[in-house]
């Protein structure tokens, strides 16, 4: 395994909103100014502090750039239903309005499945891609119909404890009640607009073609646990994925970032540590 770059000394944090593609898109970048650029892109439903937890062992290497998708967070909410092919872009012109020309990117869940467009379609500004928690292909277009009209109905409140259900294992909500209310909290502040406008897209997910076009270096991770995007279905994107590595992360279900942190940060920065030696970047 290759050595991570050097923490350097200077470290500066910047943040706001840039304007691309009719919204205004919350980023924050922050670590060692001279470091590589990590991108990290965030799961339905979730901002861009559910990678807090994850920033003080990726921002001693790397310079880290969130962001908020639109709909979410901080970023503003145009009328929907948007696209996996917008939301990439979205990435994209956040970078051209930043003036960084190339980063490495860690997506979970639609971030992942935006981590996909990216790499196939803008490989001279993908360095590597970690695709986390994250599938192709539409299997269950009916259980996304039922969740977006319950959305309709009764707000983010109506899907708040499914979501959770589904993101962490038994054992994570039993042992940790602080992060989970913290999880809450930002599920129930997603605008119910923006939520409906990105399941849309996740609902007509059909990206198999792209998979093959991912050309650099790629690590697809799952929880062993997840029960939507399951181990079967990680192993099914790395196979057809050149040159693609796999790991499920042990005792993790939806979100490994947040259940496993510090398994799920030592396997990413290990994946990193390569990949800038191999990219130079």
Not at 155 to 182: D, K, V
């Amino acid at each position: 395994m290759a050595a991570l770059p050097p923490s350097p000394s200077a470290v500066h944090a910047d943040g706001g909103r840039c304007n691309v593609h009719g919204a205004a898109i919350a980023y924050r970048l922050q670590g060692p100014v001279d470091a590589p650029v990590l991108m990290l892109g965030n799961s339905l439903a979730a901002d861009l502090e559910m990678w807090d937890g994850n920033l003080p062992a990726l921002g001693q290497h790397f310079r880290v750039l969130r962001y908020d998708m639109r709909g979410h967070g901080a970023s503003s909410t145009p009328a929907g239903p948007y696209t996996l092919e917008l939301l990439a872009d979205d990435a994209i012109a956040l970078l051209d309005a930043l003036r960084i020309d190339k980063v490495h990117f860690v997506g979970v869940s639609l971030g992942g499945m935006v981590a996909q467009q990216l790499a196939a379609r803008y490989p001279n500004r993908i360095a590597s891609v970690v695709l986390c928690a994250t599938m192709s292909n539409q299997a269950a277009p009916a259980a996304w119909d039922e969740r977006m009209a319950a959305v309709r109905r009764g707000g983010m409140e109506a899907i708040a404890e499914a979501t959770l259900q589904r993101w962490f294992t038994p054992a994570f909500h039993a042992e940790a009640p602080q992060a989970l209310a913290a999880v809450r909290r930002m599920v129930l502040a997603t605008r119910p607009e923006g939520y409906l406008g990105c399941a849309a897209a996740i609902r007509a997910l059909a990206q198999d073609a792209l998979l093959p076009r991912i050309a650099g270096p790629c690590l697809v991770l799952a929880g062993e646990h997840d029960g939507a995007a399951t181990p079967a279905i990680a192993q099914s994107l790395a196979q057809r994925i050149p040159g693609a590595q796999l790991h499920v992360v042990p005792g993790a279900a939806h979100l490994p970032n947040i259940e496993r942190q510090a398994a799920f940060d030592a396997r990413v920065l290990a994946f990193l540590a390569d990949a800038t030696a191999a990219t130079g970047r």
